[in-house]
């Protein structure tokens, strides 16, 4: 059992390097419902494992809705906004701060629409992040960010 623990852990936390929101969420549901699991449950063991199970799930689906809105907001930009045109908005969940600048759009052979867009996040402790990305149209209207 011990080792399943650390298992979920090791799965959770390895991918630190290029992270998502639901994935950070899900790192913290796991420490915090495994923490909470081992001081409720008899069986520490036990509960240490049944509470990161369920605390890595209510992790990634909070996470997963706060990146939701972003994505949102960053299709908005690319359908709407004008090439080289600067969008804002701040995410009300995490306080950060987001700049898009959209690029022409180019047509694929394959008839894929993509554009580049520029990312500037300034995270609510004051960090800054630039991404530089591609964007493709998908058929049902949204775009897809793939950096």
């Given amino acids: 059992m011990r080792y399943a623990i650390v298992l979920i852990l090791a799965l959770t936390l390895l991918p630190a390097c290029q992270t998502t929101t639901a994935q950070k969420s899900a790192g913290l549901g796991t420490l915090a419902g495994a923490t909470l699991g081992a001081l409720t ?21 909070v996470g997963n809705e706060m990146d939701k809105y972003d994505q949102t907001q960053v299709s908005n930009v690319m359908e ?27 047509r694929h052979d394959d008839g894929r629409i993509e554009r580049d867009v520029t990312l500037r996040a300034q995270m609510a402790n004051g960090e800054y992040e630039t991404v530089y990305a591609k964007a493709y149209r998908q058929p049902d209207g949204s775009w897809q960010l793939v950096q």
Avoid: C
Avoid at 90 to 105: G, I, K, L, R, S
């Fill in 41 to 61: 449950f008899k069986n520490k063991v036990s509960g240490a494992a049944i509470g990161a199970g369920a605390g890595m799930l209510v992790g990634y689906i």
């Fill in 80 to 106: 709407t906004m004008p090439s080289g045109h600067t969008a804002a908005w701040t995410n009300p969940d995490t306080q950060t701060h987001y700049e898009a600048v959209p690029a022409p759009a180019r």
